[in-house]
């Protein structure tokens, strides 16, 4: 193997210098060079490393809206929904097969169904597919590999729910074991598959664990390093899990021992310290009108939601029409206001006009760039928003479907800031992981760490060949990367 990637979702520099991965951390040290990347947290990160693009052109973002003449948004992403795909966009697997190597892609998020590739294709868990414990053949490539991955107990994901609700692990070590199991048998089946094809160009991606123990874990260490009480059992199996994935990453390093090696993420984590509400802001300034029964039903149902087993939960939204109203929940006058910002998933960091085109809005489409601009200045102004290090910029007007669901105002918030639609301040402080973490207790709310912009980028026994600049700061650069290691 020439090259392979390494993925671990919201890992970053410092998750591997704790001295809990000895092996990574030598790695990085001692033969890595870092490159200092800085994503939008609204573009998401591995589609850009599929495709070499920001989700202005692809369209691939963490929630959108669906641009149907009202307030309908989504946090759904499947490779199908990415634009120009099969015409001016080429996924990093096409314009390497296209070059004769051969790949080996794993779990990499939002690649359901798996496509055809020269190689192997094993799609990650979500982006429209199941999230079952069998893998199916339209979730491979040859489709004939689904038995041999269930044959290995291949597991395809687990997620907070599945874990807390479902299987109701609230122990420790019951907790770190099913994601330790998780990793083994995906290193296992990455490596067999790999030797079997023979490939050229590998990319593994461990999904679901790394970004669920930096979620709980930040806010423990946190406490931790201010001399608070912390939940010892819980930070020191969280290292006994570290020790066995440093063992996995070993694994495929001592394997595929000519291979470059690129060790990368999607986003960095930091301890959730405060949330920002922008509608506020809108309704401070007059951008936005209130609704208060609005208001009183986004209480009601975010306050109990909680409550409802899992179980229902999933049958809820298998309704079109209960989860769309669900995601689609809004504070304000929806007619009535110039401008707003929905937080469905704390992942939209910006503003949008609500023009009539679009979102069935009160604004003109000729009275856009003026809102945007007003809107700019104001919240730039803000004494608020000065004092937090919050700041606002106008997004470039565009034509392309993506560009029009892009935020036409992109808010920059310092890491540790969420926005969020829950508190009726424009600037609350978050509280919810100031006592030592319970697994029972995440049932109820599981944000106590959120996406922060610095993700992993380090090259393992080669140049970086890409420098971050101003126009690309980002994780296209890591596509940038493999076309020219490869091409060269």
């Excluded at 874990?163 to 109701?168: P, T, V």
């Excluded at 503003?351 to 085109?357: A, G, L, P």
């Amino acid at each position: 193997m020439k090259l392979l990637v390494i993925g671990m979702d919201g890992a970053q520099l410092s998750t591997f210098q704790r001295g809990w991965t000895p092996f990574i951390q030598a790695l990085i040290e001692q033969k890595g060079s870092a490159l200092n990347l800085k994503e939008d947290l609204i573009s998401r990160g591995w589609a850009e490393i599929m495709t070499g693009e920001h989700a202005i052109v692809t369209g691939a973002m963490y929630e959108r809206p669906l641009m149907n003449g009202s307030i309908e948004w989504t946090d759904k992403l499947s490779l199908a929904d990415i634009r120009g795909m099969g015409g001016e966009i080429n996924f990093i697997w096409q314009i390497l097969n296209e070059r004769g190597y051969r790949v080996g892609i794993m779990n990499v998020p939002t690649t359901f169904p798996a496509p055809r590739v020269d190689g192997f294709f094993v799609s990650g868990g979500g982006g429209g597919g199941p999230l079952s414990q069998q893998v199916s053949t339209d979730q491979c490539f040859p489709g004939g590999i689904a038995s041999q991955l269930n044959d290995l107990g291949y597991i395809l994901d687990e997620r907070l729910p599945s874990l807390l609700d479902e299987k109701q692990l609230f122990a420790p070590k019951d907790f770190f074991a099913r994601f330790d199991k998780m990793n083994e048998r995906r290193t296992t089946a990455f490596i067999e598959l790999a030797e079997q094809q023979a490939i050229d160009f590998g990319f593994i991606v461990y999904k679901s664990s790394i970004v669920t123990t930096e979620t709980l874990l930040l806010p423990e260490l946190a406490r931790g390093g201010e001399g608070r009480a912390v939940n010892r059992d819980f930070i020191e199996t969280a290292k006994r899990f570290y020790g066995a994935f440093d063992e996995h990453v070993k694994r495929l390093v001592d394997t595929f021992s000519d291979a470059e090696i690129l060790l990368v993420s999607d986003h960095a984590m930091a301890p959730r310290r405060w949330s920002v509400n922008p509608n506020a802001f809108l309704m401070a300034y007059g951008f936005q009108k209130k609704s208060a029964s609005r208001r009183r039903i986004y209480d009601v149902v975010k306050s109990y939601r909680h409550l409802v087993p899992q179980s229902i939960r999933q049958k809820l939204k298998s309704s079109k029409t209960i989860k769309s109203a669900y995601q689609s929940m809004v504070t304000f006058d929806a007619k009535g206001s110039e401008a707003f910002n929905v937080t469905y998933t704390n992942a939209l960091h910006g503003i949008y006009v609500n023009d009539t085109e679009r979102f069935g809005g009160p604004v003109l489409g000729n009275r856009v760039e003026d809102v945007k601009s007003r809107i700019v200045e104001a919240f730039n102004a803000y004494p608020k928003a000065v004092e937090h290090g919050l700041k606002a910029r106008a997004e470039k007007p565009a034509s392309t479907i993506p560009a029009r669901q892009f935020p036409d105002v992109i808010i920059d918030l310092p890491d540790g800031y969420a926005p969020s639609n829950a508190c009726p301040d424009f600037v609350t402080e978050y509280t919810a992981g100031d006592t030592p973490i319970d697994l029972r207790e995440m049932q109820r709310d599981r944000r106590v760490s959120v996406k922060a912009h610095h993700p992993l980028a380090v090259s393992v026994n080669g140049p970086w060949h890409v420098t971050p600049s101003e126009d690309k700061p980002d994780l296209r650069l890591i596509y940038d990367q493999i076309v020219a290691r490869l091409y060269s």
